[in-house]
């Protein structure tokens, strides 16, 4: 079984209020290119389909003309989308029976049937080829928070009531795998160990899970979540990462999987498919320079170039006045867009003696010698005297009024 593996496609973010829509699009064109050249059994998409979670009609188009596209350009490909912690379970599944006419299955949530048992069957979809020739399975897990995973036996404590579940997928598709065909099992989470280089594991609700959760009996774990690409020890669960960065912090290759899998408990073999970024994220220059100098290298980029631009610049104390408007007057006619500075503030050797300070000795300093020293130790240099004087002023209103 043949598949492809991507996730965290984020359709409908904006940058720095800049539409990312076009270079969206055009990765969509690649994913597109890579189904004709390769003809796989599926295309899985392990959730943050959209970036919120009420896209906009513009996305949602980028997203519907994307599998009917896909599904045209192979229509025996069954094509599995998953949702993840960005996304609307609901708002993704709306037209889920719809989809199913042009092979695609969305899976946004964990449903009941009518007679409120778990529907354990959505979770998993036979992948066929044209033929109608059974080729493997895919489990398809959305995002779902620990502690809220279904009781399938009231007997099982609330803590492992995720690892029953997921094991309990696996062991269905174990039963009925007569063929000893591959198994994939698809999750939106973030697993103990992976690395979450450039991206904030405090954003979206990050929560860490054990591998060991994640059951026996996968061939390939086809993971999302996390976006910097990468297998995890034992070679059965990859992240594919996003294909687009979605912050500057993620300054390295982005790229879709191309997963084949001969049979069940056979290794996985991954080849990773590069994406052309139309419209890369470049901090620049590499390392911190004055602002002049800064801006020089804001002007000197072609026209015609496209790029988001975050400026490195190297400061004293306090970023200077009117410095957005310099930059943004300097992109005007040009393809490139500015996005904001990247500071960094210059050390300066004092020559002056820290001073060791208690609690005892600090109550002894007056409000300004406490505000001087403070100002000593974050900017490296001596307050200036007009500052002081306002602060003078301050404490001497705040004095009067507590003595009226």
């Given at each position: 079984?043949?598949?492809?593996?991507?996730?965290?496609?984020?359709?409908?973010?904006?940058?720095?209020?800049?539409d990312r829509s076009e270079e969206q699009q055009d990765f969509l064109r690649q994913l597109c290119h890579w189904v004709a050249a390769e003809q796989p059994d599926a295309l899985i998409v392990s959730g943050d389909v959209f970036h919120y979670c009420s896209p906009s009609a513009a996305a949602q188009?980028?997203?519907?003309?994307?599998?009917?596209e896909f599904h045209e350009t192979c229509p025996s490909m069954q094509i599995i989308i998953t949702a993840g912690n960005h996304d609307s379970s609901s708002k993704l599944e709306i037209n889920r029976n719809l989809w199913k006419y042009a092979g695609v299955t969305v899976v946004g949530s964990i449903r009941r049937d009518e007679a409120g048992q778990v529907d354990l069957e959505r979770h998993i979809v036979e992948v066929k080829n044209g033929c109608g020739e059974l080729k493997g399975y895919v489990i398809a897990l959305p995002h779902v928070y620990p502690q809220n995973f279904p009781a399938l036996d009231?007997?099982?404590?609330?803590?492992?009531?995720?690892?029953?579940?997921?094991?309990?997928?696996?062991?269905?598709?174990?039963?009925?795998?007569?063929?000893?065909?591959?198994?994939?099992?698809?999750?939106?989470?973030?697993?103990?160990?992976?690395?979450?280089?450039?991206?904030?594991?405090?954003?979206g609700?990050?929560?860490?899970?054990?591998?060991?959760?994640?059951?026996?009996?996968?061939?390939?774990?086809?993971?999302?979540h996390i976006?910097?690409?990468?297998?995890?020890?034992?070679?059965?669960?990859?992240?594919?990462?996003?294909?687009?960065?979605?912050?500057?912090?993620?300054?390295?290759?982005?790229?879709?999987?191309?997963?084949?899998?001969?049979?069940?408990?056979a290794m996985p073999e991954v080849r990773t498919l590069p994406v052309r970024n139309a419209w890369p994220l470049k901090v620049?220059?590499?390392?911190?320079?004055?602002?002049?100098?800064?801006?020089?290298?804001?002007?000197?980029?072609?026209?015609?170039?496209?790029?988001y631009v975050q400026l490195h610049v190297r400061i004293q104390d306090v970023p200077p006045a009117y410095c957005m408007e310099r930059a943004y007057e300097l992109t005007r006619g040009k393809q490139c867009r500015f996005c904001r500075y990247?500071?960094?503030?210059?050390?300066?050797?004092?020559?002056?003696?820290?001073?060791?300070?208690?609690?005892?000795?600090?109550?002894?300093?007056?409000?300004?010698?406490?505000?001087?020293?403070?100002?000593?130790?974050?900017?490296q240099r001596d307050i200036a005297p007009e500052m002081l004087d306002m602060l003078e002023e301050a404490v001497k209103r705040v004095r009067s009024q507590e003595e009226e």
């Open positions: 079984m043949k598949i492809l593996h991507t996730s965290d496609l984020h359709l409908g973010q904006q940058l720095f209020e800049y188009r980028l997203y519907t003309d994307a599998l009917v009231e007997e099982v404590p609330r803590e492992e009531r995720q690892s029953h579940f997921i094991q309990t997928l696996l062991n269905r598709v174990k039963e009925r795998n007569q063929g000893n065909l591959p198994v994939v099992l698809m999750a939106h989470l973030a697993l103990m160990g992976s690395d979450i280089t450039g991206q904030d594991d405090g954003r609700g990050m929560e860490y899970t054990d591998i060991r959760l994640m059951g026996e009996g996968y061939d390939y774990l086809a993971l999302g976006h910097f690409p990468q297998t995890l020890p034992g070679g059965r669960a990859r992240y594919c990462g996003s294909p687009l960065p979605v912050s500057f912090d993620e300054s390295y290759g982005h790229s879709v999987s191309l997963v084949e899998l001969a049979a069940h408990g620049l220059p590499l390392q911190a320079v004055p602002l002049e100098e800064a801006l020089e290298v804001l002007q000197a980029i072609p026209d015609e170039e496209k790029m990247k500071w960094e503030r210059e050390v300066v050797e004092t020559q002056k003696e820290i001073t060791e300070l208690d609690v005892d000795r600090l109550q002894t300093f007056s409000p300004l010698q406490v505000a001087a020293i403070y100002y000593q130790d974050k900017f």
